[in-house]
């Protein structure tokens, strides 16, 4: 299929921007010039040139030009679809956008703009921004009613008061990826199946007496990160079947995060973290373990590195076998003007052929359960462990509206990047979000916690998410 011509002048006079090779305050080409350049009717130009100003990336001006307006980076545009990550950190990206642009021609993919209408997000981003996203649910019902052909747990935590904010294309458990060269250099024992939290810890000292803390493990305070032990540990941050929904300062809560920064304090004074840099080390066969989603294979088979091993997550006392999903999904912004696009695009990256063709990258796994099991090789135990991960992925996120949380989110980033005290902080982020809710009337009515914003009259449970 071909692209329409206003789409191919869209697109040209877009890729200048993007490019640099034009910037805010500067004049675009003529009109002229770009149909001779482009071999494309003057009017048809004229026409693409017209709907950019439209949409408030450019300004004309009475006999001087058109120019580039400020902040042309933070317009939605109609026809863009914009990624979540620089595409050299994800190898399987370009060859998934290849089929989209193939299938769906004036679909412009982007990674310069800061939002557009159809968007490739993460679990978290979608969580806690879920309201400037549509609702999925017919066109997932009108595209694939059998919705049996999915992993359909894996929808779960994108259905929230009933819309569905996303949808999930592929997903993923995290394990811990291990060097075993430089555990046998460090004279200490690989880590298997069944090793617990303190055994964890143990192999962190040792390993930081032949190596620099940052070669030992990937450790920060993000929260896809933290958040796995805390669901290890048995915690949670909100639990809308409890009478106090707010999870934040329970002792499981608080248990996860405790281990989470004895892991940072085991491997003692670290630099900045770079994720690229640790990713590259570790298939330079230079750190000995690194906490990823099954994405991370993909990047380790690329680089022709083969000295590796995946173990699972070490088990916290008094907690679960579980491990923090994570999830690529497809998310259109409310403005969307076209339901036929949308459409387009859930009934192709669900399809049998994307999904195989993720299989065959060895990324994250696809969410169409056919598709899946294609995408590992059962005579590599290192495989085999992502399978039976696979099984235990937690989606009990709770992080949605009108739960707080991406303020809970970035505050216990700030305890853990700051060293700041556990208890004292997650104290004070509860009793914000315990605040919250009772602002918003969503403590029910036999909860145990006390709210002056409470009103009893209008009290209601909280909602299923």
Known sequence: MEASKVFTVRSHVLGLLESGQITEGQQIPPARDLA??????????????????????LEAHPRQ????????????????????DKLHRLPWLPGLLDMIHEEI??????????????????????????????????ALEDCYPDKSVFFEKAFDPFRINGRLVGIPFSFSPR???????LFKKATCTLPAHGWTSETFLETIQTLCKTLPPEQVLNWHGYPFLWMTFVFR????????????????DHPNTLAGLHYFKAIGKALGKRPDYDDDKCKESFVNGETA??????????????????????????????GQDVTAQATDLICVRNSCSSPLLVRKLVRMILSEPVQDRLA????????????????????????????????????????ASPYPGELVLKGIQRILDDNLDIDKGCKELA?????????????????????????PSKRIPPPSV
């Open 360 to 399: 065959q990258e060895k990324a994250s796994i696809p969410i169409r359960r056919s598709s899946a099991f294609k995408s590992f090789d059962l005579d590599d135990t290192r495989e085999a462990i992502l399978i039976t991960e696979m099984t235990k992925v937690c989606n009990d996120f709770h992080l």
């Open 233 to 248: 540990a048995g915690g949670r941050l909100f639990d809308p079947s409890k009478p106090d929904p707010v999870c934040i």
């Open 105 to 138: 021609p004036d679909l412009r993919i982007t990674k310069h703009f800061s939002r557009s209408i159809l968007e490739i997000k993460t679990t978290l981003h979608v969580l806690t921004r879920h309201e400037e996203y549509m609702d999925l649910s017919t």
């Open 431 to 455: 009793s914000l979000a315990r605040t919250t809710l009772g602002i918003r009337n969503m403590i029910p009515e036999n909860s145990p916690v006390v709210s002056e914003f409470a009103v």
């Open 289 to 318: 373990m690194f906490i990823a989603d099954r994405l991370f294979t993909n990047r380790i088979k690329i680089s022709g590195f083969e000295d590796w091993i995946t173990v699972p997550l070490p088990s916290i006392p008094g």
């Open 36 to 57: 001779h350049e482009l071999d494309i009717s003057f009017a048809k130009v004229q026409h693409g040139i017209d709907a950019l100003c439209r949409d408030g990336l």
């Open 65 to 84: 030009g058109v120019f580039v307006l400020q902040g042309w980076r933070d317009r939605v545009l109609q026809d863009n679809l914009s990624v979540f």
């Open 175 to 181: 394990v811990i990826y291990c060097n075993p060269k």
